[in-house]
Every structure is written in structure tokens, then in C-alpha cells.
């Protein structure tokens, strides 16, 4: 059990006096209504929770008290007014806060009792944490949409007729052969695209509902513990840090600095202060800016004011990525060409028709003039257009979103068993061009499980606690035990446990197990009057206290170690004294922390300052604490190692072109020391001022030189999340393609700066995931690596569909017309080709789209934003295999009846065997586009050997049993071996097409895609 306790005991207020007094009113108040209420009615109602009154009244009230969901004291429609309306009168009369919360049966303290039957009456009287989503689009819905496509309907029409005409002449035992078989052909084109559409919506709706899966801390029956976003209920006590999202509409309980960004609600980017007094409203889909608080949840659902403006918003799954774009414009390039020649055959044909030159099967004119029947013309008319539309289906690659989609979808799916969850589809495909990648150092490179190694007391390592003075004892455990997010809570078996940040933990096991800390002890005898909360810009957090005991007020600081050291004037020695900190004793400590830094270990100080009290009273209206002229109390030096497995990630990044710079927020040494231990730096590299730089100096280099310098940096120390944004500025204006890694709220606009944002699914806060593409769901650097890898799986996927399908398209193209032209007949008819486009377009999809990324991938340098989708390399595999298609083919077309001696529908027959298992043939050699071992790693893609497998099978129940159908005759087996002969010379000429080099020059660079 999580036990982060960030409750009000964690949370240091100056406001319990006036809740306290709110309190005492509220339940006099309370209890007086609830007696008067009983004197009224003792006996009227038997359902009442109280007992019946006997004849001679004691002196007393006995109440049974039901634990039933009696929340009669307040209603939904006031709680979400008072909240939206920011009704301060209002919630007055609720009796303030305190009063909200009685009605609500929550304390603020401990939160709600949290059994499975208070939740459930909660979400009974109040409703449930969720929004109703926009109802998911029926299958129905994307066969309707899959009969809008235009070619579709010419072709419905034209089977329509064929059907008609076909059956008044030959009667519908024998007629409807022709236009059935186009009407089949077309249902099995169009249920194939309507189950591959819903299945990939309902993917996405999926993946919706676990990353909108926020988990929240929330404060039950005194335990504070995590619990998904969609189980808070009304009276949840809610624990709220920097980057948090609000879960749901409340009211501010305790806490400090706590700044609001509630530009989601009101448009307005300034941040909302937000306390007991003056603001106490929280919305939900707000996000905490600054400090941390506790709320009481009030609303939820659709009944938040984020609820209701949810209500009007339907989102749109359909999102199209640069890449599904750029393939759009590829296929309409296709489909332009397609549409000349598909208008050529219609013209060419409708001519040899009408002026004669057509045939029927016992070799009489089929066009005679006037004495040619009507429905005779009709029906060839029919036919011609039938086929035109055909060969321009055929030309259409509809196969390349389709196969976008699925390749999208799988690798999706199986990039979050990789501990990644794409938020962004177009994420999966540019991640596979990236070109840099800025990766944070804490949690990612290294393990975030943080140990306190070392202390320095003045300018002395400290071993043991029983060394270390009294006085500065004391000091060190009020700057720890006061100064801090952290918590520790003891459970049932007496056993101590630590929440907060990784630091915190280190820190608070560090000064309990080392140091004798008492955590509650010490904060029982302190007040925190103010607090100034850390963040990523500062890197130091600091409070002002005053002790109960003598009423001292002090200030306590934490934080990097070289910046409290900037702020000290003075140092406690090792015995306690104190001492001016002049600039060979500053040398001295400088080098300490250079030391520790070398050793990969994160420096933190500690200093303090006691406050005048007449000091105090002048800075009170300015709430600023004390940022000079402080007291080093010591120095501590924590480990975090990295991670296993992240140098050979780093190294599998670099090798794949790849350059990884490290952007973080501790010291030049400390980074230097970590970059090296996991191969971002070499142990050799020259470490000069251009390969290790500190944010600073970066910022302050001109643009100019910002530009000449950014590509030699390696990492960059002392970073502040502006200086990560400016390098990734810089690269993208190089051309690069970045990946950015990142954490905290303040990352938020390099991860959207960045062409793809890497969120960390541990230690990143809620601002820092919706801003991001993808979530690393384990922090880990590796799975960045693996992230990339998955990426130019995507597109190479893509590339080895495109080089498939275009072989096909550009044989089917010429193959008919140049049979047109010559013999004036098509020798693929309608639903041949429909069936041979339903085998590249889907099954060949499914069969490519679904490759697993190999080592080989990361052997290649990365694609650039400009590359040609279709490579030299993809040009010279295609028009090899097309050629030699076309050569066959068309061999088949004129000679094969008398190379085989048989007659032309054998003939017709062959020539389709032949050329769709010429694309099964060639399905093996567009697994591998450059590699002359097709078959490698064959084996562990069963999906790709099923899809061969019930490709061929089908093809062998069209060629042999759906003759009427298909308008095919039986092959007897020497035919088949022909046919599989003739297919299978696509292997040898693949690997033989593979040693001829090509240039790098981009083949058909003028054209777009």
C-alpha cells in the first residue's frame, strides 16, 4: 500500500486556528438543529434514526446512528454552483470548508472511510467519476462509408445491369453468373475494409481509456494511496502537487504557493493563486502550476464544470499522420494513371465493338448494326465498362492507408508490451526518423532508486551521528523533517514506510535510520508560516518556521548544492561553531562538491538562517523568505545508478545514426561522470567547453553560435527547462529530427516543440503526458531505443507494401492494355481482377504491415524529413519483378494457346494462375528490401505464412471449384507445376536484381512523393 500521507499532518498550514474555530461553530450549530429537529418530531416517523422516546424522558438522547448514505444536508445542484459560481457567501453558509466536508460525511484530515459501500453510496447519491463517451461507430456504420467510395458504386451499377441483362437473356439458372460474381467480388472487398476500419477504431478506443487512466493520491480512512482517476468520489480528500491535473471540482483544505493553471476552463494564461481565504475553488482538468495542496472533492463527472464542456465535445479518432498523407497523394498519383488507362480501354473497346472487330465464342460479328438486338448491346456495353472500371480498381492502391492503418495499429499494440503507450499515431512513424534524441538523466538513465552515501560537515566527512554536534543536530532534522514533500507513515507492523519524490525517500530514510529523526515530533513543535515549493527553474525549496518552544522564527533551505552554496556567508564546522565562509573556504567546499560529483552522486545542501522578528513583520506582506547571508549546515551526496542494459541502449542508438545528448539539471560533474558511465561520452572524448556545457553559457551564446555549436554538444548541465527548449529549437532549425524525453510540467513546451515528446509514465506529472506523444511507461531509457526501433519498423513496413503493391499495379496496367490495344479483349476479367486486388490490397497488407523490427533496422542511418518515400532501391526491386511479370504474361497472352495447346479460357485461366501466384511469390521477396536472404527470421512471423497459406488456397478453390464464378476452367497438374514454375523465377531474379548497385541519387526526384 502506497502510503504517501501528503495530508494535513504532511502538509504544513498557518490556518488551523480559524478552522479550528469554523469547526467548534459548525458543530454547535449542527447539533443544535439536529436536537431541535428531534424534539419536534420524537415519534412521527418509524423510519427515523432515532429511537423511540420513552413515556418519562431521560435527561439524554439515544441516537442510533445508520450507516446508510444520508447526505440530506446538502445537494449536487448547490455543491456544483458553489464551486462554478465561486460563491464564496455560499460556501459560508455551508459553514466554510470544514462545514462542507461534515456535510459530506469526509474529514478533512483522514478523508472518507473508503469502504467498497461508501463508495458505492457516494457514487449512488453524487454519480461517478466519468464522462459518457461519444457512442463507439457500429460495424454497420463503416460498410456504409465503404460503399461511398466511388469506384465501388460504378461498379454496383454495372453488376446491376450485367445481373438484369444477363438473366432476361440466358434466365437466372444461367444469367446471373456475370453480374453475381461482381456483386460477391465487391462484398467481400467491401467487408474486408469495413472489418479492418472498425477493429482499428475500436484499437483506438481502447487505447483512449488507458491513457486517460490517471492515477490519483487520495486520502482513505487515513492512509493516502493511489487510486485510478475514474474511482474518486464526492468527500475524497485529494492530495494535489506541482504537474498534477485536478481530478475533480473541490475545495482548497490546506497547503501552500498552490498556483492553478486554469486556461483549459477560462481561456486566460496567467495563473490562479488559489487558497482558504480569498480562492478556495478548484475545477477539474485544471493543472497544479506550483506548490501543493489538499482538496475535498465536491463534484464529479458530468457534473464538474470540465463535465459539462466535455459534454459538448465529441472527439475524432480519425486522425490522418504525415505519412498516411503523403500516401494519399501517392495513391492519387496511382489513380490519375489508372484513370487514363481504364479511359483508354473503354474507348478502344467500345470502337472495336461498335465497328465490328469483336467476336463471340462460335466466332460470329457480335455487333451487326440494326440487327443486333438491344439487350445484346446493352449487355456488351456493360461488359466494356465493367472491365474499364475494373483495370481502374486495379490501378487504385486502396492497400496503402490500409496498410498504414494496420501496421500503425500493430505496432501500437505491441509497442505497449515494450512499455510504451503512443498517444499520437503520428508519433509511431516520425519516431522512425529521429535523428537526436535529448534524454533527461534522472529515472531514464539511471534507476531513480536514490541512497545518501555521503554528509560533510563543514569540510569533514560524517560517519556516524553520535559525531555531529547538538545544536547542528537539531538543525539538520528541522531542515529535513520541515522542508520537505515527503512523508513517512508507520503501518500496522510498526514497519516505516517513505513516499514522496526519489530524492525525498533518500533523504527521510537517511535522516530517520541515521539520525534518530522524530517527524512528527518535530513538526508538533513548529509552525510553517511560509513555503516556497521547489521546481526545475529554482532547484531549491525553502520555509519559514517558527519554533513553539522560545518563538524563534527561522528560514531552512535545500537544494543543488553549488546554488545554497552562493547564497551562504557562513558554514557550521564540524564541531558547531560557526564560520565565515571567505573565498579560499568556498574554494574548499566548491571542490567537495566537485568530488562528489565526479563520483556520480547528486549534491544537496542544507543551510539556515534565524530571523529577527521585527525583520520578519516588514517581509510579512511580501511573503518572501530569506535568500542571503545564510549558514551552511552541510553538504550530502546521494547515488543513483544507472540503469543495466542503458549503455548497450545508448550504444544501439548511436550505431543506428542516432546522436543521444544528455540535458539535465545537476552539475557540470556529476553529469560529466554519468554521460561517461552510460556511453553518451567516451572515456577518451575530449571533454572541452563544446562537448560538456552548462545551460547558461548556452543561453547566453549568440544565435549564431548557438547554431555552430549544438550539433558537437553532448550533454548540458545545470540545465533549466527554457534551455532544453532553445536546443531543440536549434536542432529542428539544422534539420534534425528530435526526440525529447521529459518529466516535469516545465518540460511541457519542449515536448511539444520536439517532433516527437517522450513522456516518463513513473515520475512524469500529468502536464507532462498530455503534452506528450508517447509515454515511456517505465522511464527507461531502453525503451526509447526500443521506441525507435519500432518507428522505421513502421515505415520500413510501409516501403515493403508499397514496393508490392506497385509491382502489381504497374503488370496489371500493362498487361491489359497492351491486350487491349492488340487483341482488343482484357485476359483479366472483372472479378479476376477484383479478387487479385482483395489479395494485394488485404491480405498482402496484413502479411507486410505485421513484420517485427530486427537488428537490421538499427544498422541503417535515419530517413530525413525529405527522403523519397519510394527509395532507388524500392524502383529497382519493382520494375525487375513488373518487367519480368509483363514478359510472361504477355508471352501467355499471344503464344501461350499453342505453347500449351489449349484453348483461350485454359489460356485465360493460366495467365491468371500465373500472375496472382507470381505475387505470392513475390509477397517473400518484399519482406527483405535490400538483404538477399527473403527468408530470414520467416519462421517467427506465422502471420505472414498463414496469410501465404490461405492466399494459395483460395486461389486453388477459384482455379478448380468456382469456375462459373471466377470464368475459369480446371488446370490438370502439369499446368499447376507451369504455373508455380514460372511464379518462383521471381526468387532468382530478386536476389540476382539485388547485387546490381544503385546510385543515391533519388530516382523520379522531381516528382512529390
Known amino acids: 500500500m502506497l502510503s504517501c500521507m501528503a495530508s494535513l499532518e504532511n502538509v504544513p498550514t498557518i490556518l488551523r486556528k480559524p478552522i479550528k474555530r469554523w469547526r467548534l ?27 423511540k422516546l420513552p413515556s418519562s424522558t431521560p435527561p439524554f438522547l439515544v441516537l442510533d446512528v445508520k450507516a446508510d448514505a444520508d447526505f440530506s444536508n446538502v445537494d449536487q445542484t448547490s455543491l456544483t454552483a458553489l464551486v462554478k459560481e465561486k460563491n464564496l457567501d455560499q460556501l459560508l453558509g455551508f459553514g466554510g470548508v470544514e462545514g462542507v466536508a461534515v456535510a459530506l460525511r469526509s474529514d478533512v484530515k483522514n478523508g472518507i472511510h473508503g469502504a467498497a459501500k461508501d463508495v458505492a453510496w457516494r457514487q449512488e447519491a453524487f454519480g461517478s467519476n466519468t464522462y459518457p463517451r461519444p457512442p463507439t461507430k457500429s460495424f454497420f456504420h463503416f460498410v456504409v462509408e465503404a460503399f461511398k467510395d466511388l469506384t465501388i458504386l460504378v461498379l454496383l451499377v454495372c453488376a446491376t445491369l450485367s445481373l438484369c441483362f444477363g438473366i432476361k437473356e440466358h434466365g437466372l439458372k444461367e444469367g446471373w453468373y456475370d453480374g453475381g460474381s461482381i456483386l460477391v467480388a465487391v ?36 492512509i493516502c494511496q493511489q487510486i485510478s482517476i475514474f474511482e474518486i468520489v464526492v468527500g475524497d480528500v485529494v492530495c494535489l502537487r506541482i504537474g ?39 475545477f477539474s482538468g485544471t493543472k497544479v502550476a506550483d506548490g501543493y495542496a489538499l482538496m475535498l472533492v465536491t463534484s464529479v463527472g458530468m457534473n464538474t464544470t470540465w463535465g459539462q464542456m466535455m459534454s459538448t465535445i465529441s472527439r475524432d479518432t ?38 465490328g472487330n469483336t467476336k463471340d465464342d462460335n466466332g460470329n460479328k457480335e455487333f451487326n448494326g440494326r440487327k443486333t438486338k438491344s439487350d445484346d448491346v446493352v449487355n456488351a456495353v456493360v461488359g466494356i465498362i465493367a472491365s474499364a472500371v475494373s483495370i481502374l480498381v486495379m490501378s487504385i492502391p486502396e492497400g ?14 505491441r509497442m505497449m508490451a515494450d ?46 551521528s553520535s559525531s555531529i554536534a547538538t545544536n547542528i543536530l537539531k538543525l539538520i532534522q528541522h531542515g529535513i523533517a520541515l522542508n520537505t514533500t515527503g512523508s513517512i507513515y508507520r503501518d500496522t507492523t510498526a514497519k516505516l514506510e517513505f513516499s514522496g519524490s526519489p530524492t525525498e525517500k533518500a533523504i527521510l530514510s537517511w535522516s530517520v535510520q541515521e539520525l534518530g529523526m522524530d517527524m512528527e515530533v518535530l513538526k508538533k513543535n513548529c509552525t510553517i508560516l511560509h513555503v516556497e515549493a521547489f521546481n ?80 520578519h513583520e516588514i517581509k510579512e506582506g511580501r511573503q518572501k523568505i530569506k535568500e542571503d547571508s545564510l549558514t551552511l549546515i552541510g553538504l550530502m551526496g546521494i547515488k543513483d545508478p544507472c540503469r543495466p542494459g542503458v549503455r548497450k541502449a545508448v550504444e544501439d542508438c548511436q550505431h543506428a545514426g542516432v546522436n543521444v545528448k544528455m540535458i539535465t539539471g545537476d552539475n557540470v560533474f556529476t553529469a560529466r561522470a554519468i554521460a561517461t558511465e552510460c556511453g553518451i561520452l567516451k572515456a577518451d572524448q575530449n571533454m572541452n567547453s563544446e562537448v560538456v556545457i552548462e545551460g547558461e553559457a548556452f543561453r547566453k551564446y549568440t544565435p549564431e553560435e548557438r547554431m555552430e555549436k549544438v550539433d558537437k554538444i553532448c550533454v548540458m548541465a545545470r540545465s533549466s527547462p527554457f534551455d532544453k527548449l532553445l536546443m531543440i529549437r ?92 492488340s487483341a482488343g479483349e482484357v485476359p483479366l476479367t472483372a472479378v479476376q481482377l477484383l479478387w487479385v486486388n482483395l489479395i494485394m490490397d488485404t491480405l498482402g497488407a496484413l502479411a507486410l504491415a505485421t513484420e517485427q523490427p530486427t537488428k537490421e533496422l538499427m544498422e541503417k542511418q535515419p530517413v530525413g524529413k525529405v527522403e523519397p518515400l519510394i527509395t532507388n532501391i524500392m524502383w529497382r526491386n519493382l520494375l525487375a519483378q513488373a518487367l519480368y511479370q509483363i514478359a510472361v504474361l504477355l508471352t501467355l497472352q499471344f503464344k501461350g494457346g499453342s505453347i500449351f495447346g489449349v484453348k483461350d479460357k485454359i489460356k485465360n485461366t493460366l495467365i491468371f494462375n500465373t500472375f496472382v501466384l507470381c505475387q505470392v511469390f513475390n509477397e517473400f521477396n518484399a519482406r527483405k528490401l535490400e538483404k538477399k536472404n527473403i527468408f530470414k527470421g520467416i519462421h517467427k512471423n506465422k502471420l505472414f505464412l498463414g496469410v501465404i497459406g490461405i492466399t494459395v488456397i483460395l486461389q486453388v478453390v477459384m482455379v478448380e471449384f468456382l469456375n462459373k464464378f471466377a470464368d475459369t476452367e480446371r488446370l490438370d497438374r502439369g499446368q499447376w507445376e507451369a504455373c508455380i514454375a514460372i511464379a518462383a523465377m521471381s526468387w532468382p531474379i530478386g536476389f540476382v536484381v539485388k547485387c546490381i548497385p544503385v546510385s543515391e541519387k533519388p530516382f523520379l526526384r522531381y516528382l512529390k512523393w
Request: aromatic share 6%.
Open 318 to 355: 480519425n486522425e490522418q499522420t504525415p505519412l498516411q498523407a503523403r500516401l494519399n497523394e501517392l495513391t492519387s498519383s496511382i489513380g490519375k494513371v489508372g484513370l487514363t488507362v481504364a479511359f483508354l480501354v473503354l474507348v478502344v473497346l467500345l470502337v472495336r465493338y461498335f465497328t
Open 187 to 222: 462484398f467481400l472487398v467491401i467487408s474486408v475494409s469495413a472489418v479492418s476500419n472498425y477493429r482499428q477504431n475500436r484499437q483506438f478506443d481502447k487505447l483512449s481509456k488507458v491513457s486517460n487512466n490517471i492515477q490519483v493520491n487520495v486520502v482513505r480512512n487515513e
Open 730 to 821: 536549434c536542432l529542428k532549425q539544422k534539420g534534425h529530427v528530435v526526440a525529447v524525453t521529459g518529466d516535469g510540467t516545465n518540460d511541457a513546451p519542449a515536448l511539444k516543440e520536439a517532433d516527437i515528446g517522450l513522456s516518463m509514465g513513473i515520475q512524469g506529472t500529468e502536464v507532462a503526458k498530455e503534452s506528450s506523444d508517447i509515454i515511456i511507461l517505465d522511464d527507461n531509457f531502453a525503451s526509447v531505443a526500443m521506441v525507435l526501433r519500432w518507428g522505421r519498423c513502421v515505415y520500413n513496413n510501409i516501403q515493403k507494401f508499397i514496393q508490392f503493391q506497385l509491382t502489381v499495379n504497374l503488370a496489371a496496367l500493362a498487361i491489359n492494355f497492351v491486350a487491349v490495344l
Open 25 to 51: 461553530a459548525f458543530a454547535t450549530i449542527y447539533f443544535s438543529r439536529t436536537l431541535r429537529s428531534l424534539l419536534h418530531h420524537p415519534l412521527s416517523n418509524n423510519n427515523s434514526s432515532c429511537s
Open 400 to 413: 496503402l492507408p490500409l496498410a498504414v492503418t494496420l501496421t500503425l495499429a500493430y505496432s501500437m499494440k
Open 419 to 464: 512499455q510504451a503507450m503512443v498517444r499520437k499515431l503520428s508519433a509511431c512513424e516520425t519516431m522512425g526518423s529521429a535523428t537526436t534524441i535529448c534524454t533527461d538523466k534522472t529515472g531514464t538513465l539511471t534507476l531513480n532508486q536514490m541512497k545518501v552515501t555521503k554528509f560533510w560537515l563543514g569540510k569533514q566527512p560524517i560517519e556516524a
Open 244 to 282: 498534477d491535473q485536478v481530478p475533480a471540482d473541490g475545495l482548497f483544505l490546506d497547503g501552500h504557493s498552490l498556483q492553478v493553471d486554469e486556461s483549459s476552463i477560462t481561456g486566460e494564461s496567467d495563473n490562479v493563486e488559489v487558497n482558504t481565504s480569498q480562492n478556495p475553488f478548484l
Open 536 to 615: 526545475s527553474e529554482k532547484k531549491r525549496s525553502g520555509i519559514l518556521m517558527r519554533k513553539k518552544t522560545d518563538n524563534t522564527i527561522h528560514v531552512h533551505w535545500k537544494g543543488a548544492a553549488e546554488m545554497i552554496l552562493a547564497m551562504c556567508s557562513s558554514y557550521y564546522d564540524a564541531s558547531g561553531r560557526m564560520k565565515d565562509l571567505n573565498v579560499t573556504e568556498r574554494m574548499t567546499f566548491e571542490q567537495i562538491i566537485q568530488g562528489m560529483a565526479a563520483s556520480s552522486l547528486r549534491c544537496i545542501a542544507f543551510a539556515h538562517k534565524q530571523i529577527p522578528e521585527e525583520e
